[in-house]
């Protein structure tokens, strides 16, 4: 799709300043846009009207040199000679663009594949697309309008709600729900045996996982994660939560309502997270802890206690930022202070000879 300045302007609701008549066809970073790309800096939350003071803006220093046909902004750069796009918020603004010039691609078919093999008392509702090679089994319920891509398999008794979209082989076991406006991506896994076990006999046996897993509506999973099913009761994922790739929820988790968590989290089984909690990358939990509603953790951190809500906890184990950051400032110092300290021996060893 290609638009002029002022008809993008229209479609993100924004205040033209400048020329309107230049033609974008797509968005593009401050250093790569082109003349047909538009680009876009976020600004802190103060006032500024003049391009010199603007050197802690992020990407502000190249947009003078960028090649970019026009800008988004948050308000009005005095001094920029481009096109400028002034928005309440230049995030959703971003977010309408790169709809707008995203790539145009095929719709699912509505109908079932010939190839796909669908139980005779599963339920499709009306407008559903099921995809090449799917396999449904008994009594799976399949909502309006939902995109069952090739290759998935949905065990028994489960239920997938109105407008969700499971990507290429995903696959959900038996007795799982997933609410409305869900979003899988391609290989992950929804209701797989959690990983109990009882040392018995000389023998690790595995405990039976006979509850579900419950996704709540408008979460959305990457691609390639692992969500397994409750010992009893559900694994829940609540409302609004949204899952990076290659993330492992365990058993009988239960994560609130919002939450954000990032690529290569372990959750551990049985723990519990309050609504709006923020995991970043590569951090793992011990199994049976309460993150508190708010709470954001590190990256690459290690939680093995409960934390309050509205923490904000860094580390392995994890403790509070500032204090973690404490901590690193002073681990580095440690090879000048281990130093210092083999030098103050030697000249306490001086003087208590000379004593001698």
């Known amino acids: 799709m290609r638009l002029t300045v002022a008809q993008l302007a229209e479609r993100i609701g924004a205040e033209l300043v400048g020329d309107g008549s230049g033609q974008i066809s797509a968005v593009g970073t401050v250093e790569s846009a082109g003349e047909n790309d538009v680009t876009f800096v976020i600004a802190p939350k103060r006032n500024y009207v003049h391009l010199k003071n603007l050197t802690d803006v992020r990407h502000i220093a190249g947009l003078e040199q960028s090649r970019a046909g026009a800008v988004i902004v948050a308000r009005r750069i005095e001094g920029l000679a481009k096109p400028q796009l002034i928005v309440k918020d230049v995030n959703a603004a971003l977010i309408e663009a790169l709809n707008v010039f995203g790539p145009a691609l095929k719709a699912a078919a509505e109908g079932i594949d010939p190839t796909a093999k669908v139980a005779a008392d599963a339920r499709?509702?009306?407008?559903?697309a099921v995809g090449a090679g799917v396999v449904i089994d008994d009594r799976v319920e399949i909502g309006e309008n939902s995109v069952i891509s090739s290759g998935c398999k949905?065990?028994?008794?489960?239920?997938?709600?109105?407008?969700?979209?499971?990507?290429?082989?995903?696959?959900?076991?038996?007795?799982?729900?997933?609410?409305?406006?869900?979003?899988?991506?391609?290989?992950?896994?929804?209701?797989?045996?959690?990983?109990?076990?009882?040392?018995?006999?000389?023998?690790?046996?595995?405990?039976?996982?006979?509850?579900?897993?419950?996704?709540?509506?408008?979460?959305?999973?990457?691609?390639?994660?692992?969500?397994?099913?409750?010992k009893f009761g559900n694994t829940i994922i609540g409302a609004g939560t949204k899952?990076?790739?290659?993330?492992?929820?365990?058993?009988?988790?239960?994560?609130?309502?919002?939450?954000?968590?990032?690529?290569?989290?372990?959750?551990?089984?049985?723990c519990k997270l309050g609504d709006g909690v923020v995991l970043a990358g590569q951090v793992g939990l011990a199994d049976n802890i309460e993150i508190g509603a708010g709470t954001i953790v590190g990256a690459q951190s290690g939680v093995n206690h409960n934390i309050a809500a509205g923490q904000r906890v860094l580390g392995s184990p994890a403790i509070e930022g500032?204090?973690?950051?404490?901590?690193?400032?002073?681990?580095?110092?440690?090879?000048?202070?281990?130093?210092?300290?083999?030098?103050?021996?030697?000249?306490?060893?001086?003087?208590?000879k000379a004593k001698d």
């Open 124 to 128: 499709i509702a009306k407008g559903v």
């Open 243 to 270: 899952i990076d790739n290659l993330v492992q929820i365990a058993h009988n988790v239960v994560i609130g309502k919002g939450c954000l968590i990032a690529s290569l989290v372990g959750i551990s089984g049985s």
């Open 154 to 230: 949905i065990g028994e008794n489960s239920k997938v709600g109105r407008n969700c979209r499971l990507d290429s082989n995903v696959v959900v076991y038996h007795n799982c729900t997933i609410g409305n406006n869900v979003v899988i991506q391609a290989n992950s896994t929804i209701g797989s045996t959690g990983f109990g076990y009882s040392f018995i006999d000389g023998a690790h046996r595995l405990i039976p996982h006979n509850g579900g897993v419950s996704i709540e509506d408008f979460v959305e999973i990457g691609a390639n994660c692992c969500i397994d099913r409750a």
């Open 322 to 352: 500032k204090e973690a950051l404490q901590v690193f400032v002073l681990t580095k110092r440690l090879p000048k202070l281990v130093e210092q300290l083999k030098q103050l021996s030697k000249r306490i060893e001086g003087l208590e």
